[in-house]
């Protein structure tokens, strides 16, 4: 266990926003963990469970307790002819996890290459890129109450997966803390190649390797992101929007162009980035803040930005989608003060 006291968050939050916290404190074994909950219920305290801060935004100093669970280590659990289980530790880093699997032929999560943040968040925010969502390999989620200290085995139905949501991000109370995440993969090549770039891509490579496809998507991110460790960002700062069927339809009457997906039969989802970009935002920069020349959903941070910064400019591009397009966009960064 460590443990700091006004620690200084600008390397663990992927904005790159510096913020003292009250107290840092790290664990390494779930056991560790445990005992302290035994002494200190974090629920009768100010904390926040810090992943790799890839999802965050600090407003300004943190005047409490930030938890980090660090426990690493991928163990295969079980094997059938089909599948493998792996039980991953929360605080290994998200790619390296994919790394492994690709390098094992495991299939499925190679779709969720270089997204920066660790595996302890994947369930909580059900990460998800071009056409995959971490629910699609998530088999169950181990995790300690913050209150009695005690492990409980979420089975897939019990982490109530949405649309980047979970049980485990709208537990109010906030009563558990990811432990370790077990995922099923695919022993035979299991192909998700229905994003459109990505079908374009291999529209000629009938049968792309594992090794392809995460080559792919790294080029694709890379293309239209930004690293973090150049410019500070949080990936998407907004959720996608979803709307009735009549909305959209009345939406398509104004924008012909307007990109939607149908995500049931009487909703759709619309492209939020396309929205701010529309509304004249993508390349917009104030001060030490920017929304992205590549990515109008990505806030940037140019340097020396604060939290509240980033925060007011987004607060204007919501009340801007909403005058013009009469959208609620909601924010997909968790806001912490
Ligand atoms: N678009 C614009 N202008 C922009 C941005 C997008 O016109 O500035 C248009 C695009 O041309 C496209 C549509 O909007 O027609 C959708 O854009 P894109 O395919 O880039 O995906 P996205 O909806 O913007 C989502 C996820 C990303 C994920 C990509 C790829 C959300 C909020 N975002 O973005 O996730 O990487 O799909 O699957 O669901 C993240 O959550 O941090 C994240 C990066």
């Known amino acids: 266990m460590e443990q700091y006291f006004n620690f200084d968050i600008k390397k663990h939050n992927t904005f790159g926003i510096s913020a003292l916290a009250k107290e840092w404190i790290s664990f ?28 965050l935004l600090f407003i300004g100093d943190y005047d409490g307790a930030l938890i980090k669970a660090n426990f690493q280590g991928i163990e295969l659990l079980e094997e059938s002819e089909k599948y493998v289980y792996l039980k991953v ?11 492994y699997c690709v390098k094992h032929n495991y299939w499925g999560a190679e779709n969720l ?18 056409g995959v969502e971490a629910q699609d390999i998530i088999f169950d989620v181990r995790a300690i109450n913050k209150e009695t200290s005690n492990e409980r085995i979420f089975s897939f139905d019990d982490c109530e997966f949405g649309y980047r949501n979970s ?8 009563e558990w803390i990811v432990t370790e995440v077990v995922y099923r993969l695919s022993k035979e090549a299991n192909r998700n190649l229905s994003y459109g770039p990505l079908k374009q891509l291999f529209a000629e490579v009938p049968e792309p390797s ?12 890379e293309s239209k992101l930004p690293d973090p460790k150049e410019i500070g960002n949080a990936g998407s700062f907004f959720k996608n929007p979803i709307i009735s069927i009549e909305e959209n339809n009345k939406l398509i009457q104004d924008y ?32 030490e ?28 591009i919501i009340a801007s989608i909403k005058k013009e397009f009469n959208i609620k966009l909601e924010k997909e960064v968790i806001i912490i003060d």
């Open 28 to 55: 390494d074994d779930v056991k560790e963990l445990q005992q302290f909950i035994r002494k200190r219920p974090l629920t009768k305290e100010k904390h926040f469970v810090i992943g790799g801060g890839s999802n």
């Open 89 to 99: 530790g929360a605080g290994v880093i998200w790619d390296y996890f994919v790394d």
């Open 113 to 130: 290459s270089i997204i920066p943040g660790t595996v302890g968040a994947s369930p909580v925010q059900n990460i998800g890129a071009y």
């Open 167 to 174: 049980f485990f991000k709208k537990d109010n109370k906030q």
């Open 210 to 221: 594992i090794k392809e496809i995460r080559e792919a998507i790294i080029k694709l991110r």
């Open 256 to 287: 012909p162009q307007i990109p939607y997906y149908l995500v049931d039969i009487d909703k759709s989802k619309l492209a939020a980035g396309w929205l701010i970009d529309q509304a004249g935002w993508r390349g917009h920069e104030q001060g």
């Open 289 to 316: 803040v920017g929304v992205h020349q590549k990515q109008a959903l990505v806030l940037i941070n140019k340097g020396k930005a604060t939290g509240k910064e980033i925060f007011e400019l987004s607060e204007k």
